[in-house]
């Protein structure tokens, strides 16, 4: 019993798209238990295959992710943490990580200085509040160097716990190829037991998000907090370069996706998706 469950879920992990049409293999598939005398007891066996293929599934989806955040937020607290301030904000003496940087901190600075000025011409600000105007600009240019100095230490904190995370991630996948294997066979049987409405409803709704007329705005600010993370400078150039390409080269991946393998898998749901998104 043992070995045909082993067997059974070999089958499902391993199962690939072949030539014919996976809807009309399924159709034979069906005809084939219905007509079989053992279909009850292989019917029970499948059904404790799936349910071990799912719960496993889950198990190590929490793992595979649970795991390095886990990692990466306790390296970060009690390791990077004091060991980078100690370093950076104790004994640097730089202030900025990069260019981008410096030039937020001057426009902070000189908005402030400018709503100082405001204030002043309206009388808002009184005499002594006047003398005192070099004052609250030193302390507001030392507010704008305090916050940047840590803006510049979380970024080296980011970029070695990030750097500790992908290696756990890394090892879990290499460890766990078996697991590996079922999550993967879970999640084709996941996406190819979905009705053709559905599966034209996801196809679209990605699409729209990340290559439709809307997503520039969208990856303009994905590029931006990622580049922020890692203290990466802001450059313009690369970001409208990136926009201009990588979309258009994620749509024609994701097109040749639908016409290379979905189309063979489900062409009735390729069909649904032309008619919604007409």
């Not at 990605?206 to 303009?220: A, L, Q, R």
């Not at 258009?248 to 489900?266: G, H």
Request: glycine share 2%; proline share 3%.
């Amino acid at each position: 019993m043992k070995y045909w469950n082993l067997k059974k879920f070999n089958q499902l992990s391993l199962e690939k798209t072949g030539i014919i049409p996976r809807s009309i293999s399924k159709l034979f598939d069906k005809l084939k238990k219905e007509i079989n005398p053992n279909a009850e007891i292989e019917a029970l066996e499948e059904v404790k295959v799936t349910r071990y293929q799912t719960l496993a599934s889950i198990k190590y989806l929490l793992i595979l992710f649970i795991v390095p955040i886990l990692i990466n937020q306790i390296s970060k607290t009690f390791f990077l943490d004091p060991f980078i301030n100690y370093l950076w904000n104790e004994h640097s003496l730089y202030i900025f990580i990069n260019s981008s940087q410096e030039e937020r901190a001057f426009a902070d600075l000189q908005r402030f200085e400018e709503k100082l000025y405001f204030d002043s011409l309206i009388g808002k600000l009184n005499q002594s509040s006047l003398e005192s105007i070099d004052n609250q600009m030193s302390k507001k240019a030392l507010e704008i160097a305090l916050k940047y100095s840590n803006e510049s230490s979380n970024a080296i904190k980011n970029i070695l716990a990030d750097f500790i995370s992908i290696t756990i991630f890394i090892c879990v996948l290499i460890i766990n190829k078996r697991q590996f294997s079922i999550l993967k066979s879970f999640i084709n049987e996941f996406i190819y037991s979905l009705s053709d409405t559905a599966k034209a409803f996801l196809i679209i709704l990605f699409t729209d998000i990340f290559v439709g007329f809307h997503s520039p705005h969208g990856w303009e600010i994905i590029l931006e907090a990622i580049l922020r993370h890692f203290g990466l400078p802001e450059n313009r150039d690369f970001i409208f370069i990136f926009i201009s390409t990588f979309p258009v080269i994620l749509d024609t991946i994701f097109k040749y996706w639908i016409f290379r393998y979905l189309n063979k898998i489900s062409p009735s749901a390729v069909a649904t998706y032309h008619n919604m998104n007409e």
